[in-house]
């Protein structure tokens, strides 16, 4: 299992990293996109574990099937950050995880 911080740190660092967020091209935001992108849960999956039939599922199902057992004691942190890469644009990413960082008692990554 991941620590809460482990996980922060994954996700952090690939969402400042890539910069860009994984959407098809109606906007709809995947868990693995064009141009090799990847969204914050995206990001968790293996590659030998991906398929697109996963893009229609939610991170509960996920979580259900096994996809994402090593993050399973932070479901809450998982969602919290699925938001920040599905509802804000890139420029505002860091100060959203700054702020869940603060509220997860977790240290924010340098990037």
């Known amino acids: ?13 690939h969402l400042l990293t890539q910069n860009r ?3 098809n091209e109606i906007g ?3 868990y693995r996109g ?5 969204c914050a849960i995206g990001c968790l999956i293996a590659d030998e574990d991906y398929y697109p039939a996963m893009e229609h599922n939610n991170i509960a199902w996920l ?4 996809y994402l057992k090593k993050f399973l004691d932070h479901i809450v942190l998982l969602e919290e950050l699925r938001k920040v890469h599905d509802n804000r644009h890139p420029t505002m990413w860091k100060k959203a995880l700054d702020e869940i960082s603060y509220e997860h008692n977790l240290t924010m990554v340098a990037v």
């Open 1 to 13: 299992m991941k620590t809460a911080q482990e996980t922060f740190d994954i996700v952090a660092n």
């Open 21 to 23: 967020q994984s959407c």
């Open 28 to 30: 709809l935001c995947m």
């Open 34 to 38: 064009p141009d090799n992108l990847k």
């Open 63 to 66: 979580l259900e099937k096994g």
